[in-house]
């Protein structure tokens, strides 16, 4: 058997798995993984400035791809510095192999510097967290490490390298990679009791969610939708493209107000959930968002997810795409007749309010709001959504400067939209790196709030770095805008401490400058447009700096 160091069959293993880039940040500990990347040089390593906008930008990647993803930072003080963003990929079930190099063990019983035990700082925020002990065991762990994330419910897992296990050599076997096959589709009983189910419903709904992008099922969601005639609403937390927006049936997102879901779902008599966590809620409120005793059927491979805060009357573990598809032709089967010109009725009716209508309307009242200094926020959405090219992909973390996105630029492919997922900010600007690592080459647009910007803005060096397409937008309005509205609203105040950075005022353009991106400071409405127009039409990264209105 050939001889390896541990270093090297760690990328090996790495590559074997599918990996074809390595986001990482390097310090001592790794740099056995550094040294072996010379002997790799078709895994390319994308460097990032900071672990958190490390593990961000693999995030970014994995969403924008579907793909397994792997990232690798400084030991116990970065993987702390990553755990903001490792919260996020869990939240997104972002299958991603997390890794750290580790002091020697023995040399870390002496607690040297930078040494903490890794395994129990990761451990409740990713599905398996295990430190090598032998180097015979990291082909097992690292393949064992794949399958798990790559399993659905996905999602990430960690891994502690100690430098003796990377740095040993030893003849081992690098095994063979597994992935689970999950593309099932329900028993036939289940499929005709399914059926059954949902024609003896008058008023059906459907909440569509994060499982239609993993299982590739926008098409499928939307056949299905409209077979029933049953307006489709995205899970309240509307973090990508979870139905095709310009399909009659797509009324739009749920809101993560209680009060408002709640009547929203009251006209129906039952809920059909596919592949979401159909109501997840943000601040809390005394009124439950699901009706009483609303029905509700849960399909999707999550489980957790079902009945986890709502009984599910029937909960079918099964692939989104592949249960559809053998359920709609059912449903039109036994449905006959009766079901095709009540699915007809509905969509008609559905066109004066659903996604489409309420887009044009949105477009006449943001249409006329172009003349208004600093720029408004809802018209600057629109002249994003109008300059956008077709095969733009987006990632939104504008905050209350965006609100409107995704009611004016459409879903129309599953890794064309990326939203702020977890609440958790600083996102945005790195995933945005890894989206455009993913789908290169389209172009990509970024809308940031200033606010959450300057959590991650190092990430735009390594947009620049690899001279990527993307176009930041940052919505400047000197300060946490959405929080000084809650303080407002929650607590009946407007002294709003800690919440501004205009004094000293951040220049955005000088920091993306100086990260080697060029950049643009627009105060005039009536520039904006051209400047728009020309980025989106520029290679490489560009920031432009938006002087929005701020007022509470
Ligand atoms: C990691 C993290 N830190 C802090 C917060 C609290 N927080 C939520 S929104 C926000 C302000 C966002 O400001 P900005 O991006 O400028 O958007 P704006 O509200 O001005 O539209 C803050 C600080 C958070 N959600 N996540
Ligand atoms: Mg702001």
């Known amino acids: 058997m050939n001889r390896i160091t541990g270093r090297s069959a760690f990328l090996a293993l790495l590559k074997d798995e599918g990996i074809t880039h390595l986001f990482g940040n390097p310090g001592t500990t790794e740099l056995p993984i550094m040294h072996a990347l010379a002997e790799h040089p078709d895994l390319s390593f994308v460097l990032g400035l900071q672990e958190s906008i490390v593990v961000a930008i693999a995030d970014g990647y994995s969403r924008a791809s579907g793909k397994l993803v792997a990232c690798n930072v400084h030991v116990a003080p970065g993987l702390g510095n990553a755990l903001g963003s490792l919260y996020n990929a869990k939240f997104t079930g972002t299958p991603m192999i997390l890794t750290a190099g580790q002091q020697e063990q023995g040399h870390g019983l ?145 809101s993560r107000d209680q009060r408002h879901v709640r009547e929203v779902l009251s006209k129906f008599d039952l809920m059909i959930v596919l592949g979401a966590d159909p109501v997840r809620m943000s601040v809390w409120s005394e009124v439950e968002p699901l009706p009483d005793g609303l029905p509700v059927v849960h399909i999707g491979l999550v489980d957790w997810d079902m009945g986890k805060n709502f009984a599910a009357e029937m909960a079918v573990q099964a ?25 007809k009725a509905s969509l008609a009716e559905l066109a004066a309010s659903n996604w489409s209508a309420k887009r044009a309307r949105l477009v006449a009242r943001f249409e006329s709001r172009g003349a208004t200094t600093p720029i408004d926020v809802d018209w600057l959405t629109l002249k994003v959504a109008e300059a956008l090219p077709r095969d733009a992909v987006v990632v939104n973390e504008g905050l209350t400067s965006s609100r409107h996105l ?118 005039d409405p009536a520039a904006l447009p051209a400047v728009l127009e020309r980025a989106f039409a520029t290679p490489g990264p560009k920031l432009l700096d938006v002087i929005v209105d701020a007022t509470v």
């Open 110 to 254: 002496t607690e040297p510097l930078l040494y903490h035990a890794l395994v129990p700082m990761a451990e409740p925020l990713v599905k398996w967290a295990v430190e090598v002990t032998r180097l015979e065991d990291l082909p097992r762990i690292v393949r064992r490490a794949a399958k798990v994330a790559t399993t659905p419910p996905t999602g990430p897992v960690f891994i502690s390298l100690p430098g003796d296990i990377l740095n040993a050599t030893a003849g081992i076997d690098l095994g063979a990679s597994t992935r689970v096959e999950t593309r099932s589709r329900p028993a036939d009983e289940v499929l005709a009791r399914l059926a059954d189910r949902i024609l003896g419903a008058e008023r059906p709904v459907i909440v569509a969610g994060d499982e239609i992008v993993k299982s590739d099922a926008l098409e499928a969601a939307a056949a299905f939708a409209e077979a029933l005639g049953a307006p489709t609403w995205q899970q309240s937390a509307p973090y990508g493209a979870h139905f095709l927006s310009e399909r009659a049936c797509y009324m739009g997102s749920l």
């Open 319 to 343: 692939d989104v795409r592949e249960t559809l598809l053998a359920l709609t032709p059912l449903l039109k089967q036994r449905g006959g007749e009766r079901l095709a010109s009540k699915a």
């Open 406 to 523: 995704t009611d004016l630029v459409p879903y129309r492919d599953r890794y064309g939209y990326h939203g702020l997922a977890s609440g958790g900010i600083g996102w945005g600007i790195a995933a945005a790196t890894g989206v455009a690592l993913a789908q290169a080459p389209r172009p990509v647009c970024c809308v940031s709030g200033d606010g959450s910007a300057m959590y991650s803005i190092q990430a735009l060096w390594t947009a620049a770095n690899a001279r990527l397409p993307v176009t930041y937008v940052i919505a400047n309005n000197g300060g946490y805008r959405i929080i000084k509205q809650r303080l407002k609203a929650f607590h009946g105040s407007d002294k709003y401490i800690g919440m501004d950075f205009a004094d000293p005022a951040i220049d955005f353009t000088a920091l993306a400058r100086s990260l080697g991106v060029p950049a643009e400071r627009i105060d």
